[in-house]
């Protein structure tokens, strides 16, 4: 016996446990620092993966901003067609209508010249009808 009353098989099988703990404090460690390992190579598998799925939505938006480019391009090309067109549509209108009042003006001129020979003819014929 010792001086704690415990007998001296007892505290050795203590001191053994203890010391038995504490041997398996490494391997406890050991295996956590495996786990991190494990664990930090799948995060750096999935970032591997996540990344060459952004690669590859990059290379798809690259793809799709030159197609909307070409396709705005020609968006551009016609409004400008549109816009020529339409430029010399007004002017083709507005000579059509400078020509449309120059023939209502002659209209209204021819108007009166074949009132005034209407007019001329009745007379005439009034003359000749009491001559």
């Given at each position: 016996?010792?001086?704690?009353?415990?007998?001296?098989?007892?505290?050795?099988?203590?001191?053994?446990?203890?010391?038995?703990?504490?041997?398996?404090?490494?391997?406890?460690?050991?295996?956590?620092?495996?786990?991190?390992k494990d664990d930090f190579a799948a995060a750096q598998a999935a970032n591997q993966?996540?990344?060459?799925?952004?690669?590859?939505?990059?290379?798809?938006?690259?793809?799709?901003?030159?197609?909307?480019?070409?396709?705005?391009?020609?968006?551009?090309?016609?409004?400008?067609?549109?816009?020529?067109?339409?430029?010399?549509?007004?002017?083709?209108?507005?000579?059509?209508?400078?020509?449309?009042?120059?023939?209502?003006?002659?209209?209204?001129?021819?108007?009166?010249?074949?009132?005034?020979?209407?007019?001329?003819?009745k007379r005439l014929e009034g003359k000749n009808a009491n001559a």
């Amino acid at each position: 016996m010792n001086g704690s009353g415990l007998p001296d098989a007892a505290v050795i099988a203590i001191i053994t446990g203890i010391f038995g703990y504490i041997a398996l404090i490494p391997a406890y460690l050991i295996n956590k620092r495996t786990a991190r390992k494990d664990d930090f190579a799948a995060a750096q598998a999935a970032n591997q993966q996540a990344f060459a799925n952004l690669e590859k939505l990059y290379q798809a938006a690259i793809a799709q901003n030159e197609e909307l480019s070409k396709r705005l391009d020609e968006v551009v090309a016609d409004n400008n067609h549109y816009r020529t067109e339409n430029a010399r549509l007004l002017n083709r209108n507005e000579k059509l209508e400078d020509e449309n009042r120059g023939l209502l003006q002659k209209n209204a001129q021819l108007l009166a010249d074949v009132k005034d020979l209407t007019g001329r003819v009745k007379r005439l014929e009034g003359k000749n009808a009491n001559a």
